[in-house]
């Protein structure tokens, strides 16, 4: 018989049917009746499975001292209807065979609550609790969304390179990728001749892929580009990581009003898919994490996302009567706070901000004829702020050139870029979603290391 998974068995096993499941053990009680309980789980949902294994059980007297929490069993026996409450079905065994043992004295999973802090240290066991588990499940099922949305509108998936010699975002927080001996380097402690590196030049790691995806978005249509994205951003917050998750369509022939309409679709499309294909985890976070979870989803899902000039989002924050620990000021990028009175006191829905100061925003952005903003766009969402930052992109050559001066970059380092402008320019545009914030919108969770499988921060790259 093939091994069957624990959800598929909790959901729809009947009353009778042989099966195999095979998993780690949560708990074992043992009965004075000459008997034990053992609850399995596989990792493919919330819930255990009841096992109950007789002491007549082939390989129960060899094995069952060591079958302890966190070690590995496989079991055969047949499907009953469960005596217990919350439960529709348990297993009778009729083997029992021990994989793997777990040292009851050792092992760090307890039945006892671990702090989210203590968990990040063991981040090769995490995914064994029920936080955990819950959380890749639900990542895995938003992963899946994010390219069926896409693919479901005929965008074609692209991978762009995770290696550059191009800095999207011109902040210069890049991770330098060298094969040179810098001990030797720094012994001579003379200036770094890049020629003689790898690629014979300095490379770093991607921030974004964006300008590689409109090199594809101008010869082949709508695409997008899902992967790998760093920043030397020297940050130890709650809300930052060095190594995340980039989404980023890109669309030719789209302007500003197209890409807002696209990121709306694009949320409330993710958010209803998870709520459908993950209830039980759903459930799970709304009690134990954030008892607003449901209600925030059903909001963003539920409305229209307002439409808001940059400039009359400050005037509003201005007059409000809220005293914010970062200063409001028209011409400086809002701040968290700042997102999250808008989505979540004023407005109470979703909002996307537009048409911000040019002097904030990187070069691509195109500059709308005041001379003073840029066609951009941050969509803003309850409990996280900005889910979303996107533009209609700068496709005339003589304003994108202007541009890179004013941002102190040399033109000649994009002059492909720039030649996207000189054959067969057209109006495009596109945006970008961290996949962790969006994690993180779902499930509650408030500290965005807890979202990704091993997060990278300042001083930590373990495992």
Not at 115 to 131: K, Y
């Amino acid at each position: 018989m093939s091994r069957s998974k624990v959800s598929d068995l909790l959901k729809n096993g009947q009353p009778g049917e042989q099966v195999e499941v095979r998993g780690w053990v949560r708990t074992r009680r043992d009965s004075k009746h000459g008997f034990s309980f053992i609850e399995l789980n596989d990792g493919s949902c919330m819930a255990n499975l009841q096992c109950v294994v007789d002491a007549d059980v082939e390989g129960y007297e060899a094995t069952i001292k060591d079958v302890t929490t966190g070690a590995s069993v496989a079991l055969t026996g047949e499907l009953k209807e469960s005596p217990g409450k919350g439960q529709r079905v348990e297993m009778q065994a009729g083997s029992l065979k021990l994989l793997g043992t777990a040292d009851a004295q050792s092992y760090p999973l307890q039945k006892k609550r671990h702090s989210f802090e203590f968990l990040r240290e063991i981040a090769h066991l995490r995914p064994r609790t029920n936080t955990f588990g819950a959380i890749a499940r639900v990542r895995n099922a938003i992963s899946a969304s994010i390219h069926r949305f896409f693919q479901d509108r005929g965008f074609l998936y692209i991978n762009t390179p995770i290696i550059t010699t191009s800095d999207c975002e011109g902040a210069g927080e890049m991770f330098q990728v060298t094969t040179l001996d810098l001990v030797k380097l720094a012994q001579i402690q003379t200036e770094i001749d890049f020629s003689q590196d790898f690629f014979g030049k300095a490379a770093s790691l991607t921030v974004s892929g964006q300008l590689e995806a409109e090199i594809f978005a101008t010869s082949v249509g709508d695409c997008y580009t899902f992967g790998p994205t760093f920043r030397a951003e020297n940050s130890n917050t709650a809300r930052h990581l060095a190594e995340f998750w980039m989404v980023e369509p890109e669309m030719p022939f789209y302007e500003l009003e197209d890409n807002m309409t696209l990121a709306q679709e694009f949320i409330q499309t993710v958010i209803r898919d998870v709520l459908e294909q993950c209830p039980e985890d759903m459930d799970f976070f709304n009690l134990r994490i954030d008892k607003t979870c449901m209600d925030t989803m059903r909001n963003i899902i539920d409305n229209d996302f307002i439409r808001l000039p940059y400039t009359e989002a400050v005037k509003i924050l201005e007059d409000s009567s809220t005293e914010f620990e970062y200063p409001v000021e028209c011409g400086r990028d809002l701040q968290s706070e700042h997102e999250r009175f808008l989505t979540e006191q004023h407005f109470k829905q979703p909002v996307i901000l537009h048409d911000y100061p040019r002097t904030i925003k990187p070069f691509y952005m195109r500059c709308n004829d005041d001379e003073k903003t840029v066609r951009a766009m941050d969509v803003l969402v309850p409990r996280v702020g900005e889910i979303i930052g996107g533009s209609q992109r700068e496709e005339r050559l003589d304003v994108l050139l202007a541009r890179m001066e004013e941002c102190d970059l040399d033109p000649k380092e994009y002059w492909w870029y720039a030649d996207l402008r000189r054959y067969g320019s057209v109006p495009h545009s596109g945006f970008g979603l961290g996949l962790e914030r969006l994690v993180q919108l779902v499930t509650g969770m408030q500290n965005i290391r807890d979202v990704i499988p091993f997060p990278r921060t300042p001083k930590n790259a373990e495992f």
